[in-house]
């Protein structure tokens, strides 16, 4: 009797720790964490990668590793994330290009933004800035219209087919009833670059990459495609200038599916009290992004209803990429 209650009392005790959620393992991380960003260097998701990286690795008391893979809008380096091991050992940084805007926009889209990721934590919200050279025609979205009116085809550069910026052009281009020309750049940093070298006249970029452009006068601001950014306080919205589009853009840090939740939450932990740092929070205004972390449950929602508007969007905008 004695050993038929012992036996029962043990495999009760069994059942409950199974229940219970397994703690992430004490000696993770125990190597040097993959950051894998699908943006080039030099650009707004580049500098956000790297400060994070460096305050995480810091929390972690392990390394961060940095590693740049752009390309197709920023799928290329995506898809490579999404395939690595679920391990926790390699990350990326996703923006709206890469998980809301590419399943609305690539048919033959080689991973699924909502199954083929663990969400680890929405980083902050970003605007983008449509940004021109000092001499451009222009200086506000109107004038912009007007010019594209008198000469139609004016060329706009983004970051690739499918990308924010390129969103941001066409909405642009329909709502204003222009045509414009597309000129797809692999990273926002060399918009910049050609803007500067007067190779192109005009183009959108993040918040994170033209925001100190324009605070040093290197180059003007047209408007934002988004809400207007704290960090331009006195750039006009698109809808404050007409073209009646406004959406929030965010930036989040996901893993492959199949990590172990603990770990995700060990990650996630980290990432939330990064960005309650003031030193992080006044860098991160600087590059236009406001820190506002979400939950990987919460952000994960938002994504799964955000597909089906952009892909809406998409359709209205008659863009569809191969």
Known sequence: MKTYVLGAVLAAACAVAAAQPAAAPADYPSKPVHLLLPFSAGGGGDVLGRLLAERMGKRLNQPFVVDNKPGAAGTIGTHTVATSPADGYTITIGGMSTHTLAPATYPKLPYDPLKDFATIGRIGTSAIVMVAAKDFPANDIKEF??????????QYASWGPGST????????????????????????????????????????VDMATGTPFVKEGRVKALGVCTQRSPSLPDVASYKEQGIDFDKTLSWVMYAPAGVPKPIVDKLAAALQATLKEP????????????????????????????????????????????
């Open 145 to 154: 219209v007007a010019l594209a009116k008198a000469k139609p085809g004016v």
């Open 165 to 204: 910026g390129h969103f941001c052009g066409e909405v642009l281009a329909q709502k204003a009833g222009v045509q414009l020309t597309h000129v797809p750049f692999k990273g926002a940093s060399q918009i910049m670059t050609d803007i500067l070298g007067g190779h192109i006249g005009v183009g959108f």
């Open 279 to 322: 030193e992080v929070v006044s860098k991160l205004v600087a590059l236009g992004i406001t820190a506002d972390y979400l939950s990987g449950a919460e952000q994960a929602a938002a994504n799964a209803i955000d597909i089906p508007i952009w892909r809406k969007i998409a359709q209205d905008a008659n863009l569809k990429l191969e």
